[in-house]
């Protein structure tokens, strides 16, 4: 039975889809001003995993990330390049999108992760934007003044339900812009009118372009229909992103919005949240050239992912460390037949792996039990139990996204190996261990370790 955190009522529940075995996810993706950093890697990350583990349960995912190519950010950073490069701002902003999109994808092809099912852009659905904020003006919950549409965020009552706070509450130490066309300073935008030189669309209410909140409500429901089963996003943006999420959705009676939402904890840095606009973020560009991603995907498990997970080089290191240890028992039984798990040894650990992800997705728990293979398999070595010890840690790599560095070798370079080792079994057959020893420095040299094994034979993989 899968128990997961629902931040709406801050508790463990049982997970319960609404239409099983079909699993409605949606999460908040990137906004493409800039390059990913690791804060976005790990929400991606993240969501991959839950969506691997559920479908490892029986479940049918459909799973929708929406991509933010219209912004007050995206469209700063369209302004700066136009005056650095001598291009228009519309020439700009085109080139921002696609820039930082091809990023994106790019980041994720570093990762070693696929996209979601559907990767909408808010560029490609203003029209299902304007259409949905015509409902919510339809119910009296929103009002236009000069080209603007404003949500009336007080007529919602339940407002402030999934932060937990009321409404005077939630907007303590909160800056809100002064804008003398709001009924009241806590409504937020739907829609803003056009400004010089700013990308706009058409739409009954004027020349303009959608607020960023109504993005996801309008993707969501287009995509995945309502209620969704699973919304997620990192913590900040419970609000006011998620809580205006679902007063423009449920204003208009998606009931509820969603079922269970989900929160990741963010990554900090000498425990500062991590962010562009801080300038204390890493890219997954910089940390993957110094790092394999699967290094970082270890780092990322290293912590529940409802906590904060501090970054530091040293972290990485030992992450990286734990990557080599685990490839040392998967070079070891790379060649093994898989067989189904029937031992009671293995049966436990799968068992184990369960309990522990079906704990609200418990992944550093669940990771822990990988490093009891290297005592396991040196206490079973017959073929039949190391092909039940390879199933479990495929099944669990598969999950985490690891064991997916195929190094490929020049079938030139594989011959030279075998007959390295050929020449090295002859010199052995002769007693001539000296020579023999140099040949294995000599493989070790070029990144090839060689492991004699039991029954006479020499085994070779690469150093990682």
Known sequence: MLRIFNTLTRQKEEFKPLSPPLVKIYSCGVTVYDHCHIGHGRSLY??????????????????????????????????????????????????????????????????????????????????????????????????????????????????????????????????????????????????????????????????????????????????????????????????????????????????????????????????????????????????TRRFPQEALKLFYLSAHYTSPLDFDWERLEEAEAQRKRLYIVYDYLKDIPILPIRREEVLSLIRDFEIAMDDDFNMPQAKALLFSLPTLVSKNKSKEFLGEVKNFLLTVGNIFSLFEEEIPLPEEFKKYIEEKIYQRRRLRQEKKFKEADKIREELAQKGIILEDLSDGTTRWRMKR
């Open 46 to 287: 993240i969501f991959e995993v839950m969506r691997r583990y559920l479908t490892y349960k029986g479940f049918k995912v459909k799973f929708v990330r929406n991509i933010t190519d219209v912004d007050d950010k995206i469209i700063t950073k369209a302004r700066q390049w136009s005056q650095e490069r001598g291009i228009s701002l519309e020439e700009a902003f085109a080139l921002v999108r696609e820039t930082y999109i091809k990023s994106y994808y790019e980041d994720l092809d570093l990762l070693n992760l696929p996209p979601a099912d559907v990767e909408p852009k808010a560029t490609e659905n203003v029209p299902y934007m304007v259409d949905f904020i015509k409902r919510i003006i339809d119910k009296d919950y929103a009002y236009q003044r000069e080209g603007n549409v404003y949500f009336r965020v007080r007529k919602f009552t339940s407002y402030g339900k999934l932060s937990g706070k009321k409404l005077d509450e939630l907007f303590q130490g909160v800056r809100i812009e002064k804008d003398s066309l709001k009924e009241d300073p806590f409504d937020f935008a739907l829609w803003k009118r056009r400004k010089e030189g700013e990308p706009y669309w058409f739409s009954p209410f004027g020349e303009g372009r959608p607020g960023w909140h109504i993005e996801c409500s309008v993707m969501a429901e287009r995509f995945l229909g309502s209620p969704l089963d699973i919304h997620g996003g990192g913590k900040d943006l419970i609000f006011p992103h998620h809580e205006n999420e679902i007063a423009q959705s449920e204003s208009i009676g998606n009931l509820p919005f969603s079922r269970y939402w989900l929160h990741h904890g963010l990554i900090t840095f000498n425990k500062e949240k991590m962010a562009k606009s801080l300038g204390n973020f890493f890219t997954i560009k910089e940390v």
